[in-house]
């Protein structure tokens, strides 16, 4: 069974501090991506990541930075978390062909207090 | 700009009936369009993908129609089940990304 899994179902962090989202997927696929999801606003992509070690960013990456250092994992992080990075983020990846499903993570409930 | 439309209401119906939802789209041309659905607090799951050249598509109780002059989808399931009941995304390819509607909140009620 295919399977996105993301490092945390909720977290709680404080203003100013670095947060790391991981997310790893065991589909071998090409293409990774990092959203948030705010009620009304639906999925907004941060930043994607086609091959280990590229990136691009989305329609939102003020305030976020990712790495991916293996084809299996790729990390968002918050360099100095705000309150208005309180949101659902979602890890999602898919074959190179972008014709593919995005096949998604549980996602990661973040509150920054 | 490219934009997508999704009724951002409820749609409330009966056991049994055919839900319809609706995804409309303009500044697009999209070479294709695919539907996900979303139960609270989880990531959304693919279901279907409909081509340009492919008026309609069918997955067991699912229906997709997909009318490029219309610039819209409708996705139908029928038959429906209060399993059913979730917030179902459209999502449309711009350049190298998907572009997902805010979803649209079916509710099956017995």
């Known amino acids: 069974d295919v399977k996105v899994t993301q490092s945390s179902r909720y977290l709680v962090k404080r203003t100013g501090e670095k947060v790391f989202l991981e997310c790893v997927q065991d589909m071998d696929h090409e293409n990774m991506f990092w959203y948030r999801q705010d009620p009304g606003l639906g999925l907004r992509l941060i930043y994607f990541?086609?091959?280990?070690?590229?990136?691009e960013k989305g329609d939102i990456p003020e305030g976020y930075s990712v790495s991916r250092e293996k084809k299996e994992r790729f990390s968002l992080i918050l360099e100095s978390a705000s309150t208005n990075q309180t949101s659902m983020y979602l890890c999602?990846?898919?074959?190179?062909?972008?014709?593919?499903?995005?096949?998604f993570g549980p996602g990661t409930r973040l509150t920054v207090t | 700009s490219q934009k997508i439309e999704q009724n951002s209401e409820a749609l409330n119906i009966q056991e049994g009936k055919t839900a319809t939802l609706t995804c409309n789209y303009t500044n697009y041309s999209p070479a294709y369009l695919q539907w996900y659905r979303q139960d609270p607090g989880r990531g959304p799951v693919f279901l279907l993908l409909i081509r340009e050249n492919e008026k309609e598509k069918r997955k067991e109780r699912l229906k997709v129609t997909f009318d490029t002059t219309l610039k819209q989808s409708l996705f139908h399931i029928t038959a429906s089940q209060p399993a059913d009941s979730a917030t179902y995304l459209c999502?449309?390819?711009?350049?190298?990304?998907?572009?997902f509607g805010t979803g649209t909140r079916l509710q099956v009620f017995p």
């Open positions: 999602a990846s898919t074959y190179s062909d972008r014709t593919y499903e995005q096949y």
């Open positions: 990541s086609y091959d280990v070690k590229m990136k």
């Open positions: 999502a449309l390819p711009n350049t190298d990304k998907l572009i």
